[in-house]
């Protein structure tokens, strides 16, 4: 999925615009200010793993369920659980509806968040055709319910403006920075790398770890 920087940032700032907590609750107020320092990385993996790869994606992008789904199990148990690679799970907003996803798998905090995030992206086929923006944000109210959240929470978590506004901010931060123009897209210590098969792409690793 490859979108020019600029639709990408119009898109999320669309996307904030007509947040679901903006249409469902008109009493929710937006942030004047953000402060996208208070974002949390999500990190799996030794901090002190001789290889750190950022991971840029996003919950509606269908080509990032596939690579969740069937290549990560396996660079996890690889690589990431036996030391080798620290990964930053880094989210994309091309639209208003990965933003509300992500709000969910952030909902838990860090401890909950790769778990949700599976659940999202082996349901996306179906919350993301699920119908109206109403349709679709009840479909994540149910993944977050079925990870063990409560209503209270998600309700909380979806009505967040500030923290929305931050999200926003700090991808577009973090997109400018390493020069994000799809999904998935991978850094290398400090080096993109493309989104390919798990053969080659843990060539690409071992190859990188030969090297520290």
């Known amino acids: 999925m490859i979108r020019p920087v600029a639709l990408l940032i119009a898109a999320t700032l669309f996307a904030l615009s007509t947040l679901a907590v903006a249409s469902l609750s008109p009493n929710a107020a937006q942030a004047q200010e953000t402060d996208s320092a208070s974002i949390v990385e999500m990190t799996q993996g030794a901090a002190d793993a001789p290889v750190t790869i950022i991971e840029y994606a996003s919950f509606t992008c269908p080509h990032c369920a596939t690579f969740h ?24 907003y091309f639209d208003r509806f990965g933003l509300w996803a992500s709000m969910i798998a952030r909902c838990g905090g860090p401890e909950k968040f790769f778990g949700i995030s599976e659940l999202i992206y082996k349901g996306q086929k179906d919350w993301t055709s699920a119908g109206g923006p109403t349709e679709i944000v009840d479909e994540l109210r149910k993944i977050g319910r079925l990870a063990g959240l409560d209503n209270d929470t998600l309700e909380a978590c979806l009505q967040d403006g500030d923290r929305a506004q931050a999200l926003v901010t700090w991808y577009q931060d973090n997109a400018k920075a390493d020069n994000i123009t799809a999904t998935p897209s991978f850094i290398m210590n400090g080096e993109p790398v493309s989104n390919q098969s798990y053969a080659d792409f843990s060539a690409v690793i071992d190859a990188e770890l030969a090297r520290q």
């Open 69 to 92: 789904l069937e290549t990560y199990p396996r660079l996890k148990a690889d690589y990431i659980d036996t030391g080798k690679v620290r990964l930053i799970y880094r989210e994309v």
